[in-house]
């Protein structure tokens, strides 16, 4: 003899059977029919807004004569550090001359 659950606990606890909870358990579940769902088109790329780069402009003072004639040279690196400012200026400069001065660091 096979009970369900509502009839296990009508017979452990008692009490009325409400309509609402009765399930049939014998009842097949219909899936509805599913539609096919277009797939969205592509929309306009948003364009990002070029955030905030910070910038420093190094100007470098260069030459390949000892106390020679000397040219300025400016430079952008894109970091807060002046020292590594500085090194990446100095190692840009240093493949076409030979001798390199800072003359000045200044936030962009």
Not at 21 to 47: F, N
Request: charged residues 30%; without cysteine.
């Amino acid at each position: 003899m096979e009970l369900t659950e509502e009839e296990m606990r009508r017979a452990l606890f008692g009490g009325p059977v409400t309509p609402a909870l009765a399930i049939d358990a014998h009842e097949k579940a219909t899936v509805p029919d599913l539609l096919p769902v277009e797939p969205l088109k592509d929309a306009k790329k948003k364009q990002v807004s070029k955030s905030f780069t910070p910038k420093l402009r190094v100007t470098l003072r260069v030459g390949n004569e000892f106390e020679g004639k000397m040219h300025k040279i400016v430079y952008e690196a894109d970091t807060l550090s002046s020292l590594v400012a500085e090194q990446e200026a100095a190692r840009t400069a240093r493949k076409k001359f030979r001798f390199v001065e800072l003359v000045s660091i200044e936030s962009m």
